[in-house]
Nanobody, 127 residues
Framework: VQLQASGGGLVQAGGSLRLSCAAS????????MAWFRRAPGKEREFVSA????????YGADSVKGRFTFSRDNAKNTVYLQMNSLAPEDTAVYYC?????????????????????WGQGTLVTVSS
């Protein structure tokens, strides 16, 4: 299974980006998917997670109201729409797949349920 994240780049504060994560090697349609990020000098932190059909999402408090997680199971791809970006959103963003669960649980805010990780895409927000 491979997860290919893309869509990162340099954007000014207040701008928007849409990240994509395309999976290959298995279908994502029965999997919880998530985004995490790691800012320079910090540990990886949870951003958002989505249930198998997109019916439920979790989001970190820091991104609520600004980031939207969606999925297109037919395309085997998930998306993170990021609006009102701020310098503190600067990080490498990683997508992740939990192959054992299709509905969200509190544990999906942690890294351990996820079996596969993408390589990361860098988002830089300038002030």
């Amino acid at each position: 299974v491979q997860l290919q994240a893309s869509g990162g780049g340099l954007v000014q504060a207040g701008g928007s980006l849409r990240l994509s994560c395309a999976a290959s090697g298995r279908t994502i349609s029965s999997c919880v998917m998530a985004w995490f990020r790691r800012a320079p000098g910090k540990e990886r932190e949870f951003v958002s997670a989505i249930s198998w059909n997109g019916g439920s999402t979790y989001g970190a408090d820091s991104v609520k109201g600004r980031f939207t997680f969606s999925r297109d199971n037919a395309k085997n791809t998930v998306y993170l729409q990021m609006n009102s970006l701020a310098p503190e959103d600067t990080a490498v963003y990683y997508c992740a797949l939990d192959q054992d669960r299709d509905v969200l649980a509190p544990s999906h805010r942690r890294t351990w349920p996820y079996d596969y990780w993408g390589q990361g895409t860098l988002v830089t927000v300038s002030s």
